[in-house]
């Protein structure tokens, strides 16, 4: 049995019937006795069986772009080579570093010559499986996202012309500097994955191949979910059965992936970085949103006009949550902790949106969840459940940030 494919846009039904028996549990968990708690959790691991299975589905791959191990390897040697960048300095990897959950553990990233982006860099774990991309969700597949950092001023800054131009002849066109073992690397490796062609598409594909193979699996969560009782902690236990149920946790972050590919205001408060310059089309977004917001999704140019977007960002996935802090669309929650207390207030509803209006599913009386009508321990508890969904990793390449070599 395996977990059924993920690529439509709403995932809310993916544990439904899971939800619903976590909702059965409306008494403190953290009073429950052990043969209770064991009983509930057993429930919820029948439900989560039955509705998306034991295992990942194979990651989507689309007909045009077959994966191969060769493929794979330029795509991995693209994505850690900085001389892609204007100034040789920023790879892909610079801001989506495998030791850091493939995000930078900054607020926003930096690119070349210091420039200071806008939003935080999201993990791309699971990314494989995500039907948008982008925190406003504007592309819909890797192949399209791989194209825009490079020619984005605030990052890589660069030329498709002279990305080619250096791949092509090993020799940085800014820079004048030569690489020899990067031409011999590059002329080999293309010439085996697309017949010599080195051109914006075959650098997409190359790139999307790779990140497709950035998932995770085997957490702890997921041996309790095949059968091992002894996989998470009596912490974990209660913080998930609140997950599940009375705090609708799961409404979002569903499995097995924890994220629903959606999009939602949760009252992400301003980090105190942002200017009207970062946000130039605000005045023509749902008539008119403040220009030192973040728009959100409505920043999309075909959804300017549609108010229920503003201040909406697609959910990131949980898995291997504690790798990749700081959080949330502009890194404004420095810690596991802090994202964790930021919906112990919206239970309370003591948080407000900056822009357009508050989700639905997180607004007080919606979420019981500690202070707000839940328990005392329900944000550690959480805390230790999140910890439970960090899984497998990938390794980078033993160069780091760098032009690939020959050898």
């Not at 589905?57 to 001389?83: H, I, R, Y």
């Not at 982006?117 to 996202?145: C, K, M």
């Not at 990749?324 to 207030?345: Q, R, T």
Request: hydrophobic letters at 40%.
């Amino acid at each position: 049995m395996v977990y059924a494919a993920m690529r439509v846009r709403v995932r809310r039904a993916a544990l439904a019937s899971a939800t619903v028996v976590g909702l059965l549990l409306w008494g403190d968990v953290s009073q429950a006795s052990a043969a209770s708690l064991e009983e509930q959790v057993r429930k919820l691991r029948a439900e989560i069986r039955k509705d998306v299975g034991v295992r990942l589905p194979s990651v989507p791959v689309p007909a045009n772009n077959p994966q191969t191990k060769d493929k794979v390897k330029l795509g991995e040697a693209l994505f850690f080579d900085p001389n892609l960048s204007s100034c040789a300095e920023v790879a892909c990897a610079t801001c989506h570093l495998p030791g850091k959950g493939f995000s930078d553990g900054n607020e926003v990233s930096h690119g070349c010559k210091g420039t200071e982006g806008r939003r935080n860099s999201p993990t791309i774990f699971q990314a494989a499986y995500l039907s948008h991309l982008f925190w406003d969700g504007r592309v819909q597949s890797l192949e399209q996202q791989a194209l825009s950092p490079v020619v984005d001023p605030v990052e890589m800054a660069n030329t498709w012309d002279n990305v080619i131009s250096y791949l092509r002849t090993g020799v940085h066109p800014l820079t004048g500097k030569a690489f020899p073992d990067a031409k011999k690397f590059y002329e080999v490796a293309f010439g085996k994955v697309f017949e010599r062609e080195i051109s914006i598409t075959t650098v997409a594909k190359a790139i999307a191949a790779y990140e497709r193979t950035v998932t995770s699996f085997d957490s702890p969560f997921d041996r309790w979910v095949r059968g091992d009782d002894k996989a998470l902690t009596v912490a974990q236990k209660r913080g998930m059965l609140v997950f599940f149920g009375r705090g609708k946790c799961s409404k979002c972050h569903n499995a097995p992936h924890f994220t629903d590919s959606d999009f939602h205001n949760i009252g992400i408060p301003n980090a105190g970085f942002e200017k009207a310059a970062q946000f130039p089309q605000n005045p023509g977004i749902c008539k008119g949103v403040a220009p030192t917001v973040d728009p959100g999704r409505a920043e999309v140019p075909a959804l300017h006009a549609s108010c229920a977007d503003v201040g909406t960002f697609k959910t990131p996935t949980l898995r291997n949550v504690t790798l990749s802090a700081p959080y949330m669309h502009n890194g404004k929650l420095d810690s596991l902790d802090a994202a964790v207390v930021h919906y112990e207030d919206l239970s309370q509803g003591t948080i407000t949106a900056v822009a357009g209006e508050l989700d639905v599913d997180v607004r007080k009386g919606t979420i019981l969840f500690g202070a707000g009508a839940g328990a005392a321990d329900d944000v550690p508890n959480m805390i230790e459940f999140m910890k439970a969904l960090t899984g497998s990793q990938l390794r980078g390449p033993n160069g780091g940030v760098a032009p690939p070599s020959s050898k």
